[in-house]
């Protein structure tokens, strides 16, 4: 049913002209006239932004600023070991795959400790030929020893020792008497690993970029021997029987 907002037909609606005649009623419909004119121009303006272009925004979202600080966390942590920071003195250097879990960069010349890296690299190489071949091969004169952990004691502490003494020769010869880690290094020219060895001569002729994917070989096939002859002498100690 249609509702009528005037119930007393006695009593005429007040239009515009009349609302002069009375002061409570004019002041009344002043107050609708000028709410209903606020809401119009209220509804005006929110229609016609809706047709305003967008202006582009100069504030960075949560997810564009996590997204941001989250790639920059992952610039800093380590290749090989994603949940480390990755070290940064190693940069430039042949080999580097960000790996010093202990932090020993931060520590000690870099140079020294590529010394150390090719040295250990080179003697790990060695041993892993040694160290089945102690299994086939013995020298004249020696007692045959198939377990290669037990090829020390064989020799005796003399034969040993002599190992021991000739090798500080060596080092002692090839770094001029300079053989501590403050001293190593005193020539700038001094490279490390480097000592002037190539009896082949396959560094002949090479490019710097030949050059460094040699000692980039020489360092995998290091480092795969460092690991390779501490899993036989542990093999060898766990099993108590010879490797092959």
């Known amino acids: 049913m249609p509702v009528s907002l005037h119930t007393d037909k006695s009593k005429p609606l007040l239009f515009p002209k009349q609302i002069t005649n009375n002061p409570s009623s004019n002041t009344y419909y002043l107050q609708v006239s000028i709410s209903m004119k606020v809401f119009i121009i209220t509804a005006l303006i929110g229609a016609a932004s809706a047709f305003a272009p967008s202006l582009p925004s100069t504030r960075c979202s949560p997810t564009s600023s996590y997204t941001s600080s989250t790639s920059e966390l992952k610039a800093t942590m380590s290749k090989s070991v994603p949940f480390l920071l990755a070290p940064t003195k190693t940069k430039g250097w042949v080999g580097d795959v960000e790996f010093d879990p202990f932090g020993f960069t931060e520590y000690f010349d870099m140079k020294w400790l590529r010394e150390a890296e090719i040295k250990h690299s080179r003697v790990s190489m060695l041993a892993c ?36 003494v000739w090798m500080g020769v060596l080092e002692f010869w090839t770094n001029k008497g300079n053989v501590t880690m403050e001293t190593m290094f005193s020539d700038p020219k001094r490279v490390p690993g480097d000592l002037g060895f190539d009896p082949l001569g396959l560094g002949v002729g090479k490019s710097k970029e030949d050059m460094e994917r040699m000692q980039l070989r020489e360092l995998k096939n290091g480092r795969l021997a460092m690991l390779a002859i501490g899993g036989m002498i542990h093999h060898n100690w766990v099993f108590g029987e010879p490797l092959f």
């Open 129 to 164: 030929l040694g160290f089945w071949q102690q299994q086939y091969v013995t020298l004249p004169g020696l007692t045959p020893v198939a377990d290669s952990n037990l090829a020390p004691a064989a020799v005796g502490a003399s034969a040993m020792l002599q190992i021991v």
